[in-house]
């Protein structure tokens, strides 16, 4: 069967050509003539080709999906909520995995800038120099899920004025954990997130001033869903919790030490740096040097299958002995035995949501976005015995 063209349409609407591209691209027309016009377009199933389209404005057109690893079933729900808003709007996307390796982040943000791809979406892992040539080079880029990593510490800057040993982190270092937003979606964020000064926090590391990206971003309330998780194991009458983190979560694992309360045991802070197998050796470490720990918080589900791995190696029992609770709602953690509470969040509201700003972008400034969390309460967790 033929495929119908836009002069079809204009000539069953009784229309001309550039009626029919005006209406079908948003522009003015008398409502009787945009409704005619659309009813027409409707019936014979017209699709505007977007390879001319795209020509005429000097773009390839599609958008860019970086993500760490595609066999992780929440990235796969995230891509998956990118690819029905990118389908609706007609969009191809080119999707390419970074591996959670900043090297090859940006030689994937090299090839698509050599493309002409202007609209990218990113779970990012490299640092704002990362993304600096392809903001510079007036690519559209909304951040999913995390922000870009600050820098190294580099050179020393002085601690700001009037902070001591073991008082509060000043609201400003909290705002350097959020470089990665402009200062108007910072405050969007920092206050529907409720944050304030860090009872009993240590100061930051000193750190050079880093200048901000200015890019939206679609995140989870980290904090809301980690403090909600220790309290919940907290009423189970744990007090000797661990938390096992992976790159990129600095918020996650800064909002464990603020739930805990205090001055956090170091000892049960451990962190993989990303790999299956740095996960497993971290999970297993921890479990052999502290057996007096009761409970374990996951921040991320390749971490919590990591630990609920290495806990049934060294036949430790869930949750007899060891109650975990994983950040991320996956299908393999509801057929665990026992079933596995998580921190839920929204991954494929989440990549519809950032396909939509990215969308979005050129008619106006996106807004950063904070969606919430939940506690999804399964077997995993039992009180302190």
């Not at 891509?79 to 030689?107: F, M, N, W, Y």
């Not at 939206?216 to 919940?232: E, F, K």
Request: charge should be negative.
């Amino acid at each position: 069967m033929k495929r119908a063209t836009i002069k079809d349409v204009a000539e069953a609407a009784g229309v001309g050509v550039a009626t029919v591209s005006r209406v079908l691209s948003g522009g003015s027309a008398s409502p009787q003539t945009r409704e005619r016009v659309l009813a027409v377009a409707a019936q014979l199933d017209y699709r505007p080709s977007a390879l001319g389209r795209n020509l005429r404005q000097q773009r390839t057109g599609g958008m860019g999906l970086l993500l760490p690893d595609l066999t992780d079933s929440f990235y796969g729900q995230l891509a998956e909520g990118v690819l029905a808003c990118a389908r609706s709007a007609g969009e191809p996307v080119v999707i390419g995995s970074t591996a959670d390796d900043p090297e090859q982040e940006a030689e994937l943000i090299g090839m698509l800038l050599e493309q002409s791809v202007d609209r990218l979406i990113a779970v990012p892992c490299g640092d704002a120099d990362t993304w600096r040539p392809a903001l510079k080079a007036g690519m559209t880029v909304v951040f999913a899920d995390r922000l870009p990593p600050e820098p190294d510490p580099g050179t020393p800057r002085p601690a700001p004025a009037g902070a001591e040993l073991g008082g509060a982190v000043p609201e400003s270092e909290l705002e350097g954990a959020l470089s990665g937003l402009g200062s108007a979606a910072l405050s969007e964020l920092m206050m529907l997130d409720g944050v304030g000064a860090l009872p009993g926090a240590r100061p930051a590391a000193p750190r050079p001033a880093a200048r901000p990206l200015d890019v939206p971003a679609i995140l989870t309330d980290d904090r809301s869903g980690i403090r909600t998780a220790v309290q919940y194991l907290r009423g189970l009458g744990h007090r000797r919790i661990a938390y096992l983190g992976g790159p990129g979560r600095e918020r996650r694992v800064e909002a464990f030490r603020q739930a805990v309360g205090g001055v956090p045991d170091e000892e049960l802070i451990v962190f993989s740096d990303g790999s299956r197998d740095s996960a497993y050796a971290a999970a297993s470490g921890l479990f052999q040097t502290r057996p007096d720990l009761t409970a374990l918080v996951a921040g991320g589900n390749m971490l919590g299958e990591a630990a609920v791995l290495a806990a049934r190696e060294l036949d430790l029992r869930v949750p007899r002995d060891l109650s975990v609770v994983m950040y991320d709602d996956v299908p393999w953690a509801e057929l665990c035995s026992p079933p596995l509470t998580v921190i839920a969040q929204p991954a494929r509201d989440m990549g519809y949501r950032a396909a939509e700003l990215v969308l979005r972008a050129g008619s106006r400034r996106p807004r950063s976005v904070l969606l919430p969390t939940e506690l999804v309460i399964r077997g995993s967790c039992g009180p302190r015995l």
